[in-house]
């Protein structure tokens, strides 16, 4: 084959910062504090590492095994098999366009709210709801700091592999835990602050239901960048001296202190403030400038460090999703790297163009109910990720042979990796059941019932014509 070598990392350690770093996102520091303040706190979280040990470790090692053996991004490593399948890696690359359609607006007001730390938005805690929201909603502000970001994206993963994605990993993941510890410090000595301490981790179980199950497991894939390719295309490459079981451990556990940590950093200083912890999406951006403005002259550096790191989160994250795209574009379509890049982030940028929008003046412009932010949001969180997983476990477990899948994981014998064959039985039958149940029972107990169904329907349309594809 007259092909070109494929890109690897250049080192263990950059690798795994890359993965780190696309699991570690706003997923942990954004998403991660309100829905555990949204559900009930302890409980929320026990369900959660729950999901993220027992189903998304399985999928996260069960995607980095096909990526590396095919050394294919999502929808070569699926077609390789058989195109009945292609459609499963196109439901990632379509859910890769999703997210790329409203993560970049959340990381553009992490970026302006560095800036609104030192420009008085600490000057007055009582207006900072109404500054919020009034941020989001103007036509045009966040847009600028949306385009900004994009632009940081772009210039990272034009640069390839190597010397963008693994260099921005390397020094931006230790610096992020770094601001949190930090931060954490500075909340923990406030008086008060241990009623956030049980919150967190004195479960109440009296609030937990159906839907409750569903945010947890929604939460671990997109959490952990799983369920949509992404942990397959970072797999691919990679080389073939690399532990996997190790590898998929350490990311896992990264990326699940991360979430602590940010949880850490935010709610005993909440409770110390006496605010609400069910604040939803607006509790990074409304309650922790509230708790830096209580901290005296120090408050506004410390607010500008963390809204630094949910930034850099968000980067190492946003990155990894273009690239799921940008090496579909290579593989499969045969672009440059640069095309691709450009290409894609222009179409991305018009998504995120509408979810900004969908926040302030077209607020009334609803699908199926919601506007474009939840659209985007909604059906990847609560739908495609979730199937999408268990796509790649039903793939995994059925479709692979097993003597493949344990040569990839043995690195052809000569590793021991004693849990293979639990490993194997969880991929193969009891993720695809569970995954099964938890979607069933939360689809069935969510609001938005029409754009569920249209969910569904989206991903059996994209079976059915699966070998156009
Ligand atoms: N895991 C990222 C976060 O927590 C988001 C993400 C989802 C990245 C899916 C890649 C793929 O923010």
């Given at each position: 084959?007259?092909?070109?070598?494929?890109?690897?990392?250049?080192?263990?350690?950059?690798?795994?910062?890359?993965?780190?770093?696309?699991?570690?996102?706003l997923?942990?520091i954004w998403?991660?504090p309100y829905?555990?303040g949204?559900?009930?706190?302890?409980?929320?979280?026990?369900?959660?590492?729950?999901?993220?040990?027992?189903?998304?470790?399985?999928?996260?090692?069960?995607?980095?095994?096909?990526?590396?053996?095919?050394?294919?991004?999502?929808?070569?490593?699926?077609?390789?098999?058989?195109?009945?399948?292609?459609?499963?890696?196109?439901?990632?690359?379509?859910?890769?366009?999703?997210?790329?359609?409203?993560?970049?607006?959340v990381g553009g007001w992490s970026m302006a709210y560095i800036v609104k730390s030192f420009t008085g938005l600490l000057s007055n805690p009582a207006a900072v709801g109404d500054a919020f929201g009034a941020f989001i909603g103007d036509?045009?502000q966040p847009?600028?700091w949306?385009?900004?970001?994009?632009?940081?994206?772009?210039?990272?993963?034009?640069?390839?592999?190597?010397?963008?994605?693994?260099?921005?990993?390397?020094?931006?993941?230790?610096?992020?835990?770094?601001l949190l510890?930090i931060i954490i410090?500075k909340g923990?000595?406030l008086?008060?602050s241990?009623?956030g301490?049980?919150?967190?981790?004195?479960?109440?179980?009296?609030?937990?239901?159906?839907?409750?199950?569903?945010?947890?497991?929604?939460?671990?894939?997109?959490?952990?960048?799983?369920?949509?390719?992404?942990?397959?295309?970072?797999?691919?490459?990679?080389?073939?001296?690399?532990?996997?079981?190790?590898?998929?451990?350490?990311?896992?556990?990264?990326?699940?202190?991360?979430?602590?940590?940010a949880?850490?950093a935010l709610f005993p200083a909440l409770f110390a403030f006496g605010l609400e912890p069910t604040a939803g999406p607006g509790l990074v951006f409304v309650v922790a400038p509230q708790i830096f403005a209580g901290m005296g002259g120090f408050g506004m550096i410390f607010s500008a460090f963390f809204f630094l790191a949910l930034m850099?989160?968000a980067?190492?994250?946003?990155?990894?999703?273009?690239?799921?795209?940008?090496?579909?574009?290579?593989?499969?379509?045969?672009?440059?790297?640069?095309?691709?890049?450009?290409?894609?982030?222009?179409?991305?940028?018009?998504?995120?163009?509408?979810?900004?929008?969908?926040?302030?003046?077209?607020?009334?412009?609803?699908?199926?109910?919601?506007?474009?932010?939840?659209?985007?949001?909604?059906?990847?969180?609560?739908?495609?990720?979730?199937?999408?997983?268990?796509?790649?476990?039903?793939?995994?477990?059925?479709?692979?042979?097993?003597?493949?899948?344990?040569?990839?994981?043995?690195?052809?014998?000569?590793?021991?990796?004693?849990?293979?064959?639990?490993?194997?039985?969880?991929?193969?039958?009891?993720?695809?059941?569970?995954?099964?149940?938890?979607?069933?029972?939360?689809?069935?107990?969510?609001?938005?019932?029409?754009?569920?169904?249209?969910?569904?329907?989206?991903?059996?349309?994209?079976?059915?014509?699966?070998?156009?594809?």
């Amino acid at each position: 084959m007259e092909q070109k070598e494929r890109e690897s990392w250049g080192s263990r350690i950059g690798f795994i910062m890359a993965a780190a770093g696309s699991a570690i996102g706003l997923g942990n520091i954004w998403r991660f504090p309100y829905l555990t303040g949204m559900n009930g706190g302890g409980a929320f979280i026990v369900i959660y590492l729950a999901c993220v040990f027992f189903i998304g470790l399985s999928i996260m090692l069960a995607e980095l095994t096909v990526g590396r053996r095919t050394h294919l991004a999502a929808v070569g490593a699926y077609k390789t098999n058989s195109k009945s399948w292609t459609f499963a890696g196109v439901l990632g690359v379509l859910s890769g366009f999703m997210i790329m359609g409203f993560y970049p607006v959340v990381g553009g007001w992490s970026m302006a709210y560095i800036v609104k730390s030192f420009t008085g938005l600490l000057s007055n805690p009582a207006a900072v709801g109404d500054a919020f929201g009034a941020f989001i909603g103007d036509p045009i502000q966040p847009l600028i700091w949306t385009v900004l970001y994009m632009l940081i994206n772009v210039y990272i993963v034009a640069r390839g592999v190597t010397k963008g994605i693994e260099t921005a990993g390397k020094i931006l993941m230790p610096m992020l835990f770094g601001l949190l510890i930090i931060i954490i410090i500075k909340g923990l000595t406030l008086t008060g602050s241990s009623s956030g301490l049980s919150f967190l981790f004195v479960p109440d179980w009296s609030v937990v239901n159906g839907n409750t199950f569903l945010a947890a497991l929604g939460q671990a894939f997109f959490s952990l960048s799983l369920g949509m390719g992404c942990m397959i295309t970072y797999g691919s490459y990679l080389n073939k001296q690399e532990k996997l079981p190790q590898n998929a451990l350490i990311v896992v556990t990264m990326d699940t202190c991360a979430a602590i940590l940010a949880g850490l950093a935010l709610f005993p200083a909440l409770f110390a403030f006496g605010l609400e912890p069910t604040a939803g999406p607006g509790l990074v951006f409304v309650v922790a400038p509230q708790i830096f403005a209580g901290m005296g002259g120090f408050g506004m550096i410390f607010s500008a460090f963390f809204f630094l790191a949910l930034m850099i989160a968000a980067l190492t994250s946003s990155v990894s999703l273009l690239e799921v795209v940008v090496a579909y574009l290579m593989d499969e379509r045969k672009m440059s790297r640069k095309s691709a890049v450009y290409g894609t982030s222009v179409v991305m940028l018009i998504l995120c163009v509408l979810s900004s929008l969908s926040l302030g003046v077209m607020s009334k412009a609803t699908v199926l109910g919601v506007g474009a932010f939840d659209f985007f949001d909604i059906l990847t969180d609560k739908i495609f990720l979730a199937i999408g997983g268990m796509l790649l476990a039903i793939f995994a477990g059925w479709f692979l042979k097993k003597e493949d899948l344990r040569d990839e994981l043995t690195n052809g014998g000569t590793l021991k990796f004693g849990l293979f064959e639990a490993w194997y039985i969880m991929i193969k039958y009891v993720i695809p059941v569970l995954i099964g149940i938890v979607a069933f029972v939360g689809i069935t107990s969510i609001a938005q019932k029409g754009l569920m169904i249209f969910g569904l329907l989206v991903i059996v349309v994209l079976a059915a014509f699966s070998k156009k594809l």
